[in-house]
């Protein structure tokens, strides 16, 4: 069986929870998790200021609105599938 690369893994992963997710929000419940998502997406609004970012998939839209009040100069939009 041939080794998956990085990518392969994430993309096995979020599929995985998308599969199993009841409430179709695919998303973590991991405190920790959400704290890394928060500042590696803060530390790249620090290096490009003043842009938008469409966060699609976001589930809670936590991280999104935390990043969101952190950079008041980036435009931040999250959207996720409505609960079919």
């Known amino acids: 069986m041939e080794a998956m690369n990085s990518s392969q893994q994430v993309k096995k992963y979020w599929e995985e929870r ?15 998790l959400r704290l ?5 997406l803060s530390e790249r609004c620090k ?4 842009f938008s ?5 976001c589930g809670d839209a936590r991280t999104t609105a935390v990043v969101a009040d952190s950079h008041p100069n980036h435009n931040l939009l ?4 409505p609960i079919i």
């Open 36 to 40: 890394i998502e928060q500042r590696v």
């Open 18 to 32: 998308a599969k199993d997710d009841k409430e179709a929000t695919s998303t973590t419940n991991d405190i920790y």
């Open 47 to 50: 290096e490009i200021p003043n």
């Open 78 to 81: 999250g959207l996720t599938m």
């Open 53 to 57: 970012i469409l966060d699609v998939g």
